[in-house]
T-cell receptor
Framework: TQLLEQSPQFLSIQEGENLTVYCNSSSVFSSLQWYRQEPGEGPVLLVTVVTGGEVKKLKRLTFQFGDARKDSSLHITAAQPGDTGLYLCAGDFGNEKLTFGTGTRLTIIP | KAGVTQTPRYLIKTRGQQVTLSCSPISGHRSVSWYQQTPGQGLQFLFEYFSETQRNKGNFPGRFSGRQFSNSRSEMNVSTLELGDSALYLC????????????FGAGTRLSVL
């Protein structure tokens, strides 16, 4: 069974600070998606990373795929209250479905 | 373009009852997947339907079933409800399948008393 562990589970920081959340697996995944879920809504796709070592930027968000394709990180610069939400990674382990991580619940304090 | 619509948004049932949840995907999407989200287990895959056929299934008991209609709308049924079935049930649609971009609905919050 492939597992995706996300850390930290909870994170609460002040507006303007930087943060990094992690997604780790013991197995290699073909690709990895990051989603953000806000209260009362379903997850919304932020990015898909496919190539080991790949880095993608989405405004203040930087996503990195580990060289061995077993881990990924999401770095947010100068966090804003609008970044508050549940961040989920989802890995494709080549078994025709996505496996979601446990999630990081992020709260940005104004 | 309308998004994924799930109905109802909230449901309260008692143990032993059954429930049917509905999902209308984005127009043109043929793949519909269902997920169960709980605080303890996170987001877990239930099953995927593509062109009216179940294409993939997660590790849930047979009490959880689904179907897809010719217009791609999908329903999920849970029979003999248990307290542990209380969760947010999310539906996601995609043009090709679960490994492509999935668009999620807002979910149905099911409470079993």
């Amino acid at each position: 069974t492939q597992l995706l562990e996300q850390s930290p589970q909870f994170l609460s920081i002040q507006e303007g600070e930087n943060l990094t959340v992690y997604c780790n697996s013991s197995s290699v995944f073909s690709s990895l998606q990051w989603y953000r879920q806000e209260p009362g809504e379903g997850p919304v796709l932020l990015v898909t990373v496919v190539t080991g070592g790949e880095v993608k930027k989405l405004k203040r968000l930087t996503f990195q795929f580990g060289d061995a394709r077993k881990d990924s990180s999401l770095h947010i610069t100068a966090a804003q209250p609008g970044d508050t939400g549940l961040y989920l990674c989802a890995g494709d382990f080549g078994n025709e479905k996505l496996t979601f991580g446990t999630g990081t619940r992020l709260t940005i304090i104004p | 373009k309308a998004g994924v619509t799930q109905t109802p948004r909230y449901l309260i049932k008692t143990r032993g009852q059954q429930v049917t949840l509905s999902c209308s995907p984005i127009s043109g999407h043929r793949s519909v997947s269902w997920y169960q989200q709980t605080p303890g287990q996170g987001l877990q895959f239930l099953f995927e339907y593509f062109s009216e056929t179940q294409r993939n299934k997660g590790n849930f008991p047979g009490r959880f079933s689904g179907r897809q209609f010719s217009n791609s709308r999908s329903e999920m049924n849970v029979s003999t409800l248990e307290l542990g079935d209380s969760a947010l049930y999310l539906c996601a649609s995609s043009s090709q399948g679960t490994k492509n971009i999935q668009y999620f609905g807002a979910g149905t919050r099911l409470s079993v008393l």
